[in-house]
């Protein structure tokens, strides 16, 4: 069998959004299973929309998220160029094909009489009519010679009948090829149209699948009679379905769906999306979630690819993540924050980081259970990372004030401890649970009141950690300065 052939063909009108970070995935994934190869193509023939800032967004979050290519922009390859708008050349050789093959003729009508005429269709109830297809083959050279504007359309078949799509994915499925126009390939400016400049480069690129979403399955019967007329073999198609929000309607914005950038920035972590998105419309088997790279060009195959559409589900990617968390280990764990901690003007450099890495990494045990998004960290641990800390209004209240409890005598004896007791964990912590002991009173109410002056809330991550993080005089100052709230 010859070598399969995948591409990712984005339009770079925006940065990528999940939804194509999904397909690119299942191409390269694809790819990586067959010990094929993954061609990277930008179709930038919008001239209005596409830009040279988009390309780079694309090609930077596709290497963020692992994906890496085997031909296209900055990896070269034989194949190229990998811009649609260096392809004008390849597309003219296309069309002299078409000519040649009799597969296609010159449209010299206007784009209001074409207007008219489906009007005139559409009320009759029959194909549009084709003036310009029956033209005399003199005639129109003459016309074509005189400069009179026209496109060039492809002649559909008529006795071609059904149009059958093996689809990967969707199964087989049948279009009526009396209902295809006779597409555009070339418009009057010489440009390729998009089905047109898709085929010839899927053909000249010798893509062996096609995998994409399935708002393009319209396009593949018309995709299928340009092969034919140009003799090309047709690729294997897999339409991946549609991505849809929480609420079962296609994904737009309004879901808060975003590009992978935003994604990033919020603190999901690649390796978390990468699995994430692998698993809106493919799964290895019914139970395995959490797998890497490697597992899924290992698992990867076109026929676990669901038919029905995917649901974005925010709490599953924030459980994701949170597993990723969980696994990363506190130096890759600092690593991340060390971005989080730059914006929040805790550090301006990794350096600075470093020369404190074991405080750092000291941290991840305290938080890596309780943290979904690495950008929730810093708010998380800023009673670690300031001096001065604010106070929970709500928790000043329910345990710093509340009456009977005794959390000023308490704080009080805690400070004491705290004076004297040496500055590590296990001796901080068996120091404070000897005093809990001696009061005979619950841990949570002879501690809380601690709690609320270290970290300023009631909620917090583990208590005698977060202590022995701290500089003594600054534990001393907090509980001090809680003392003086408090009430017994
Ligand atoms: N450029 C097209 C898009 O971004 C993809 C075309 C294709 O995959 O055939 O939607």
Avoid at 277 to 304: Q, V, Y
């Amino acid at each position: 069998m010859s070598e399969v052939r995948v591409r990712f063909a984005p339009s770079p009108t925006g940065k990528l959004h999940i939804g194509g970070a999904r397909t690119a995935i299942y191409n390269w994934a694809f790819a990586r299973a067959q010990k094929g190869s993954f061609i990277l193509r930008i179709e930038d023939t919008d001239p209005e929309r596409s830009t040279a800032e988009n390309v780079e967004l694309i090609l930077r979050a596709m290497r963020w998220l692992g994906l890496d290519w085997d031909e296209g922009p900055e990896v070269g390859g034989q194949a190229g160029p990998y811009f649609q708008t260096e392809r004008a050349d390849t597309y003219a050789d296309a069309l002299e094909l078409l000519k040649a093959n009799g597969a296609v003729y010159p449209c010299f009508c206007t784009p209001d009489e074409i207007a008219a005429k489906r009007e005139a269709a559409n009320k009759e109830g029959t194909p549009v009519e084709r003036t310009c297809r029956h033209l005399d083959p003199q005639e129109a050279q003459a016309r074509i010679d005189a400069g009179e504007p026209h496109v060039w359309r492809l002649k559909v078949p008529q006795d071609r009948g059904e149009i059958l799509v093996h689809d990967a994915v969707h199964g087989d499925t049948v279009f009526d090829s009396g209902l295809q126009d006779d597409l555009i390939v070339v418009r009057s400016d010489g440009s390729a149209t998009y089905n047109f400049a898709v085929v010839v480069d899927d053909a000249n690129m010798q893509i062996t699948h096609v995998i994409r979403g399935d708002d393009h399955l319209p396009n593949t019967p018309r995709q299928i009679l340009l092969y034919e007329a140009l003799d090309y073999p047709t690729p294997v198609f897999a339409h991946i379905p549609m991505i849809c929000g929480p609420d079962g309607k296609k994904l737009s914005k309004r879901h808060g769906a975003a590009s992978v950038e935003e994604y990033r920035d919020e603190g999901y972590l690649a390796d978390a999306l990468f699995n994430y998105l692998a698993l809106l419309g493919w799964a290895p088997d019914g139970e395995t979630t959490i797998f890497d790279r490697t597992f899924m060009t290992e698992h990867f195959s076109l026929d676990h690819i669901s038919k029905n559409p995917a649901s974005l589900d925010p709490d599953k990617l924030d459980w994701i993540n949170n597993r990723y968390i969980q696994q990363m280990g506190a130096s890759r764990f600092v690593d991340e924050l060390v971005p989080y901690l730059v914006e929040a003007g805790y550090t301006d450099a990794q350096a600075d980081v470093d020369a404190r890495r074991d405080w750092y990494e000291a941290i991840y045990p305290l938080v890596c259970e309780r943290v979904k998004l690495m950008r929730d960290t810093v708010p998380m641990i800023a009673y670690l990372l300031d001096e001065d800390i604010d106070y929970d209004e709500k928790s000043v209240k329910k345990i710093l004030q509340k009456e009977g409890a005794g959390a000023r005598t308490h704080l009080h004896a805690e400070g004491e401890i705290l004076k004297k007791v040496e500055w590590n964990e296990e001796a901080i912590e068996a120091a404070l649970r000897g005093y809990v002991e001696q009061t005979g009173v619950k841990a949570r109410f002879v501690l809380q009141p601690l709690r609320v002056a270290v970290t300023g809330s009631q909620v917090s991550p583990p208590l005698f950690g977060s202590i022995a993080l701290l500089k003594r005089s600054t534990v001393l100052q907090r509980v001090e300065t809680a003392e003086e709230m408090a009430v017994d």
